[in-house]
């Protein structure tokens, strides 16, 4: 029902490329380009500024964006409000949801949701805290999904699941050797952590902290941008990653890897759901109530994922 020029000016202000925009909206380049030129000759004003194959925003085009972000996620509450009067779940909800929480919890989630509701289109944004954080800020995502410790005071952060960091190795690795490792003798193991920006790095940081230690002081031998990237070292490698329980129930069951008790040293966080303060729309909502039914079918079941919910 919303004006496509606005949709077309705010895929081409976001991505700064027309190009981009083409392939975002399935629509011709050609296409975009009418579409801006005709919001320009609406305004009476120039709203990018063309430098050769670069383009920016003009001043009005700043305007016309602030405004933008407002009318397009209002028409998004309309179509979502008006299609419940008839019962019916249609719109559009977008996700974005931090690496461990895309990969390891929200798969089979996804899948029911969009069994239950297929009238609405989801799509999922997955990168680290940090990223999710942003996305919301500038308006790209309706509902993050996040595991960072750091909050900032225009999201609010929702816990929905606990979840635990521990120390492990492949079982073949020598360092498998032993059941458990002081604080000091930790300091020599080589490590294979997250990378910068990443909750779980921020998580693993703060624990340490707490037991008067820097990541600095610590034997990284490097850092990688995804869990799955970290277990794939961790089986050609003798080193120690610290990673999700969530991510290695599998691996454990099958006795591929092996936790390493750190005396001392314990790292629980939660995964939370995030949102602008005072902007949660109906259809994040709709889908946070699901998820926590979702987790409370498979606490009633024995799952270990339902067990480690966060009690509302």
Same mark, same amino acid.
């Given at each position: 029902?919303?004006? !496509?020029?606005?949709?077309? @000016?705010?895929?081409?202000?976001?991505?700064?490329?027309?190009?981009?925009?083409? *392939?975002? &909206? +399935?629509?011709?380049?050609?296409?975009?380009?009418?579409?801006?030129?005709?919001?320009?000759?609406?305004?009476?004003?120039? =709203?990018?500024?063309? &430098?050769?194959?670069?383009?920016?925003?003009?001043?009005?085009?700043?305007?016309?964006?602030?405004?933008?972000?407002?009318? $397009?996620?209002?028409?998004?509450?309309?179509?979502?409000?008006?299609?419940?009067?008839?019962?019916?779940?249609?719109?559009?909800?977008?996700?974005?949801?931090?690496?461990?929480?895309?990969?390891?919890?929200?798969?089979?989630?996804?899948?029911? +949701?969009?069994?239950?509701?297929?009238?609405?289109?989801?799509?999922?944004?997955?990168?680290?805290?940090?990223?999710? /954080? *942003?996305?919301?800020?500038?308006?790209?995502?309706?509902?993050?999904?996040?595991?960072?410790?750091?909050?900032?005071?225009?999201?609010?952060?929702?816990?929905?699941?606990?979840?635990?960091?521990?120390?492990?190795?492949?079982?073949?690795?020598?360092?498998?050797?032993?059941?458990?490792?002081?604080?000091?003798?930790?300091? /020599?193991?080589?490590?294979?952590?997250?990378?910068?920006?990443?909750?779980? =790095?921020?998580?693993?940081?703060?624990?340490?902290?707490?037991?008067? $230690?820097?990541?600095?002081? #610590?034997?990284?031998?490097?850092?990688?941008?995804?869990?799955?990237?970290?277990?794939? @070292?961790?089986?050609?490698?003798?080193? #120690?990653?610290?990673?999700? %329980?969530?991510?290695?129930?599998?691996?454990?069951?099958?006795?591929? !890897?092996?936790?390493?008790?750190?005396?001392? %040293?314990?790292?629980?966080?939660?995964?939370? !759901?995030?949102? &602008?303060?005072?902007?949660?729309?109906?259809?994040?909502?709709? +889908?946070?109530?699901?998820?926590?039914?979702?987790?409370?079918?498979?606490?009633?079941?024995?799952?270990?994922?339902?067990?480690? #919910?966060?009690?509302?």
């Amino acid at each position: 029902m919303s004006d !496509f020029r606005l949709k077309v @000016f705010y895929s081409v202000a976001k991505n700064l490329s027309f190009t981009k925009a083409s *392939q975002e &909206l +399935f629509v011709s380049q050609p296409a975009i380009t009418k579409h801006i030129r005709e919001l320009e000759s609406l305004y009476q004003t120039r =709203l990018f500024n063309r &430098l050769g194959n670069k383009i920016s925003l003009t001043e009005s085009g700043y305007v016309l964006l602030e405004h933008c972000e407002r009318i $397009l996620s209002e028409y998004r509450k309309l179509e979502y409000d008006m299609h419940l009067l008839h019962n019916e779940y249609n719109g559009q909800l977008r996700l974005g949801a931090s690496t461990t929480i895309a990969q390891y919890v929200l798969p089979p989630i996804l899948a029911r +949701f969009t069994e239950k509701y297929p009238k609405i289109t989801v799509s999922l944004i997955d990168t680290n805290s940090r990223n999710i /954080e *942003q996305a919301l800020q500038e308006h790209d995502i309706d509902l993050g999904m996040v595991e960072g410790v750091f909050r900032l005071p225009n999201l609010k952060y929702e816990p929905f699941l606990h979840d635990e960091l521990v120390p492990v190795v492949c079982a073949s690795s020598p360092l498998a050797a032993k059941d458990s490792l002081s604080l000091d003798a930790l300091r /020599e193991v080589p490590l294979v952590l997250r990378e910068r920006g990443s909750g779980t =790095l921020d998580a693993i940081e703060m624990a340490l902290s707490e037991q008067g $230690l820097k990541l600095s002081s #610590m034997n990284v031998r490097l850092h990688l941008g995804s869990t799955e990237s970290i277990k794939q @070292f961790l089986r050609n490698s003798s080193t #120690m990653g610290i990673i999700s %329980l969530q991510a290695i129930l599998r691996e454990l069951r099958d006795g591929e !890897f092996k936790i390493i008790d750190v005396n001392g %040293l314990q790292i629980k966080r939660h995964f939370c !759901f995030v949102y &602008l303060q005072g902007q949660e729309e109906a259809s994040s909502t709709n +889908f946070m109530r699901f998820v926590q039914n979702y987790l409370e079918t498979c606490k009633n079941a024995g799952d270990i994922i339902g067990k480690m #919910m966060v009690s509302r």
